[in-house]
């Protein structure tokens, strides 16, 4: 199974400081659980300075141990000759394919004994712990990051060929120094990132001391070795890497690390696509993330991410006048009252549900009356989202005036102009980290740049229709069937998209979870095949179970499509 784990525990040496003590950690571990957001940060770098030299760490560099890695999955019965692993420059490692694949074939599988999973981990040294603690009970992400060190600290271990090729660090924001959190300020992603820093920080120090005081927390291999850069690093390789796959039955899904799949780079696609470059670098799609989420949950900006949003949200004053009868009409087309939308980076910029709640928060009273008791009112609420039939010259006029001005307005929040940025973007001495925040700075301001421009122009457009005195279309019973093609024309189908992904991706931030366990839900365990990452795997598997995660779908794309980062460090792969 390769050569002989190489695994030391550093409490001194070259920079090390003197040792701490117990007692003195432990006050100072009890201090972070009690700090407000603005002074976390100071304590941590405290504590980190305090502990510097006592992380458990491996002999060499992680590109050394994956002849390790391919061996252990060879002789685990993986398949492992249709692919190697490579380095892709600015993307990091990915896998290379090493012959032609061809769409739909079966080209990679995975034992279950090679994966690390929450039910792996009830299994193991901290099984016992699991069995009394209701953070790791309910929160299966916990759990598996908490694996993950103790497999790490565990010369034994039979995951230590996988874990040795882990990066030593990653890109993810909890690695940000403060001056390139700076950068974030007045963007969407700022408050998640601080809330992320601040969790991560309070469920360490939640740990530690569950690590050094639980009774069931004595045979774990931790007590010596569990600083605040083990618990980031453990964090951010389950957030960056965990899968939720079903069980060997297929009745449920389990939270799992997957060895070698978990190599791969993102590029845009369909739902659990593999696509093979000319490169040939097999990618797969992380879903329909957007720059913002991909920052905050992988550390990578993603370029020319055809899924970029912003977030916008609004909602009817319940002192307007009309509140009642705008309520009532949304609510018939399955729209809240008041909700989170999004802006996104395509053309329109404007999804179905969006305009249908534009049109009918701009709508006058006669124009409400008459969805709510006129003539195929019923029918009618299906046009909504429909852009063939505009409620009015003048509503389209409102809405598109209203879009124009509340996405300039948004642009004012920010300190620094689009063209500011693009010359930051130019300076050779840039870090990385700030080059990402900047980046997905602009990225938010060229979004609304183009709300801006499409809603003056939509606006020009409808009031030339207005003035020419162009004939409103009108909508018939027989009109129906143009709303069976397109989802732009359904607003009523209620899927809420990008409601659902925001959802999703909030419970899949592995530290956004905060150690108060009567705030924790386990029962939302959303199915999400593949890359997608949802954290409360605790589903068991049946006993016996050695099933393989099967990956079979291959496309071809254009070798020229952008790539994961475009920056010149590995991104975590």
């Known amino acids: 199974m390769g050569k002989k784990s190489r695994v030391k525990t550093q409490k001194s040496g070259t920079g090390a400081t003197a040792a701490v003590s117990p007692k003195e950690m432990m006050n100072l571990i009890s201090e972070l659980l009690q700090k407000c957001s603005s002074a976390i940060r100071a304590l941590v770098e405290k504590i980190r300075k305090k502990q510097k030299g006592m992380s458990v760490s491996f002999e060499g560099t992680r590109e050394e141990f994956f002849s390790e890695l391919m061996a252990w999955a060879a002789e685990c019965g993986a398949s492992c000759d249709s692919f190697e692993i490579s380095n892709f420059a600015d993307e990091g490692h990915g896998l290379k394919a090493t012959r032609d694949i061809k769409a739909e074939e079966l080209f990679l599988w995975i034992p279950r004994k090679m994966l690390m999973t929450v039910e792996s981990a009830k299994n193991s040294v901290l099984g016992q712990l ?85 009774p069931n927390a004595s045979k774990l291999p931790l007590k010596d070795a569990f600083t605040f850069d083990d618990y980031r690093w453990a964090v951010s390789s389950v957030m960056t890497r965990q899968n939720q796959i079903p069980t060997t039955d297929g009745s449920r899904v389990t939270l799992a690390l997957i060895p070698l799949w978990d190599m791969c780079n993102h590029t845009n696609g369909l739902s659990m696509s593999v696509f093979r470059f000319l490169s040939p670098q097999i990618y797969i799609f992380y879903g329909t993330r957007s720059n913002a989420e991909f920052v905050i949950h992988n550390g990578f900006f993603f370029e ?10 609004l909602g009817v ?133 183009r709300a801006v421009s499409c809603g003056r122009a939509k606006r020009l457009h409808f009031q030339k229709q207005l003035d020419e005195g162009a004939l409103l279309p009108l909508y018939e019973e027989s009109d129906i069937a143009l709303l069976e093609n397109a989802d732009a024309k359904l607003p009523i189908i209620l899927r809420k998209l990008e409601e659902e992904d925001e959802r999703v991706e909030e419970e899949m931030s592995l530290a956004q979870i905060k150690p108060d366990a009567a705030d924790l839900d386990s029962s939302k365990t959303p199915v999400l095949n593949g890359q997608c990452k949802d954290l409360n795997g605790t589903q068991e598997d049946p006993p016996g179970g050695d099933a393989v995660v099967k990956v079979i779908e291959v496309e071809k794309n254009d070798p020229s499509t952008k790539q994961t980062e475009g920056e010149p460090k590995d991104d975590g792969k």
């Open 130 to 214: 699991y069995s009394q603690d209701r953070i790791l009970q309910a929160m299966g992400n916990v759990t598996l990051a908490l694996h993950l060190l103790c497999e790490r600290a565990n010369p034994s271990s039979p995951w230590l060929p996988y874990i040795k090729t882990l990066p030593a660090d990653y890109d993810t924001p909890l690695y940000f120094e403060e001056y390139e959190v700076r950068h974030l300020l007045a963007t969407q992603a700022i408050q998640d990132v601080l809330s992320q820093y601040k969790n991560t920080a309070r469920q360490y120090a939640y740990f530690y001391k569950v690590i050094h005081t639980h």
């Open 304 to 313: 020319d991410n055809a899924h970029d949003r912003v977030k916008i949200k």
């Open 317 to 449: 004053s319940k002192s307007e006048r009309l509140y009642a009868m705008k309520a009532e009409v949304l609510a018939r087309a399955g729209i809240p009252a008041s909700s989170i939308f999004a802006l996104y980076c395509s053309e329109p910029p404007i999804s179905a549900q969006l305009l249908a709640f534009l049109r009918v928060f701009c709508m006058t009273e006669e124009e409400l009356r008459d969805y709510l008791v006129g003539d195929h009112a019923i029918n009618k609420i299906f046009t909504l989202g429909n852009t063939e039939f505009p409620v009015s010259w003048e509503n389209e006029i409102k809405l598109w005036t209203f879009l124009e001005t509340r996405a300039a307005l948004l642009l004012k929040t920010y300190k620094t102009s689009s063209e500011e940025d693009r010359s930051m973007l130019e300076k050779p001495d840039l870090s990385l980290h700030s080059r990402i925040a900047i980046k997905l700075r602009l990225a938010e301001k060229e979004i609304l740049e």
